[in-house]
């Protein structure tokens, strides 16, 4: 069973013209792997899983299984139709993988005690770890901190992946000890591990891999001016990054590498030109290999 320590990657669904690049998936699960990621974290917000059906979204989980342990796969879980949710759930429970990433259900903004027992059902339905993710700005609810000190209770879950934003509760859950902690927002997981935090599932790190595993590894070393240079190294990427609605940005930047094709699921766009030529600035000071224009671009920016 995994811990969840170190960087997973919240891993991005490949598209070409409309279907999903399965080709390109292979080749970007094994480079995250051969760079040192602890993990993939299948069909999440990233993964654009919303616009997936569940058919393709247990082919994509499927065909990340071919190429990694399943001790390194956490599939995502979401949804507002519990039913619906706890069927897909057993379908998904016939593989053997790592966990379950699961938010609060989107829209319905449920009571503090209507969060209690959607996680509990979940977490009783559940026969691998469950990986609760707190992200108040997508679901429209938040789970206020004692409430969620009292559903991490659950022996059957055993991280959360914290996008919360408050610094208290991130520290509450730390030193309760009752799960492992996990930034969830990347301009924070270098503050939130230094908290005590065992690691992060990022989007970024689909980029300069190797870097965002290095800073892991020299905090869990009390490095940490090694650390917070090797984050201050990142920074400029990451806040480019999330510069337009996620993933646009990361696939515009794996394309410029020839991982994928720049292509997204509607109503999801492209990323704008002015942020591209930013984008391009951004690669080259971080030591990626000289960008080559995608087709409709002019010329890279240097």
Excluded at 68 to 76: D, E, N, S
Aim: aromatic share 6%; with cysteine; hydrophobic share 45%.
């Amino acid at each position: 069973m995994s811990d969840f320590r170190g960087i997973w990657v919240a891993l991005v669904t490949p598209f070409r013209e409309g279907e999903v690049d399965f080709i390109a998936l292979q080749g970007l699960v094994e480079r995250l792997l051969s760079d040192g990621v602890s993990g993939l974290v299948v069909c999440g917000s990233t993964g654009e899983a919303a616009a997936l059906s569940q058919g393709e979204q247990l082919a994509v989980l499927d065909a990340v299984l071919q190429w990694a342990p399943p001790q390194q796969v956490v599939m995502g879980l979401s949804g507002n139709n519990l039913r619906e949710l706890l069927a897909f759930q057993h379908e998904v429970q016939q593989r053997s993988l790592a966990g379950l990433l699961v938010p609060a259900p989107c829209y319905i903004r449920p009571s503090q005690q209507g969060l209690e027992r959607f996680f509990q059902t979940v977490a009783d339905a559940a026969t691998v770890p469950v990986v609760l993710y707190d992200i108040p700005y997508r679901t429209g609810v938040r789970i206020e901190r004692e409430t969620l000190r009292r559903i991490v209770r659950h022996p059957r879950i055993v991280a959360v992946k914290d996008c919360g934003g408050d610094a208290e509760t991130t520290m509450a859950l730390v030193v309760d000890g009752n799960v492992n902690v996990l930034a969830g927002e990347d301009v924070q997981m270098f503050a939130s591990q230094c908290l005590g935090a065992v690691g992060a599932i990022s989007a970024a790190a689909h980029i300069r891999t190797d870097l965002f595993v290095q800073m892991h590894r020299l905090l869990e070393r009390g490095d940490l001016l090694a650390a917070r240079r090797t984050f201050f190294r990142l920074q400029p990427w990451i806040q480019i990054a999330f510069a337009e609605p996620n993933p646009a940005v990361i696939k515009y930047a794996l394309a410029l590498q020839g991982m994928v094709a720049n292509e997204l699921r509607e109503p999801m766009q492209p990323t704008a030109a002015a942020t591209a030529q930013l984008l391009h600035r951004v690669l080259q000071m971080l030591g990626e290999e000289p960008c080559a224009p995608l087709p409709g671009e002019l010329q890279c920016v240097g």
